[in-house]
C-alpha cells in the first residue's frame, strides 16, 4: 500500500495515549503563538491597524486562513506539524495512507470542534471575563477529549468525520515498558 506522494503507507496502529495527545496540543499552542503574532503583525501592518479592536473581524478571519494554510501544509506533506515530530504523533487516513490538502483542510475544519461549543457557550452566557472563558474553553477541551475514552480505537469526532486516524510513530524499542505490581 502506498500513499498519495508515493511514500510507503503506515498502518495504523494502538492509538497513543491520550494525556500524550493533548500534551501534544498544549506544545502545538506554544508554537503556534510565535505564528500568530508575526501574522497578526503582517496584518495591522497591512491595514494599517492602530487599535486592537479596529477590524477585529478581518483579522479573526486572516489567522483562521493562517492557521489552516499551516495545519493543511503540514498534514498533507508529511502528517506531523511540529508539535506532533516531537510528541511522534501522525495523522494519516484510516488505510494508513497520508492525507490529501482536501482532506488535511477539512480535518482543521472539523477540528475545531474542540473548541467551538465551549465558546459558543462563553458567548450565549455573556462571559466577558478572560478568566471565565479560558476556564469554560478548558473544561470543554476536556469534555471533548473525554469521548476519546469512550471509544476502543481513541479517535476524536472530528477524526471519524474525515476519516483520519492520529498515530504513534515512536519505534516499539523506545517506548517504556509499563510498571508491573509485585
Known sequence: MTSA?????QAPTEPPALLRRLACLVY???LLFGVLMISGYLYSSLTQQRHALQGRAGLQAFLFVILGIYFAWFWSRSGQTLAMKTWH???VRTDGA???QARALARYIASWLWFLPALAISHLAGLQSSGQIFAVLTLGVLAYASVARLRSDGRLLHDLVCDTVVISTQPASAKVPAKSNP
Open 5 to 9: 506522494d508515493g511514500r510507503p503507507a
Open 28 to 30: 502545538e499552542g506554544v
Open 89 to 91: 504523533l501522525r495523522v
Open 98 to 100: 497520508a492525507l490529501t
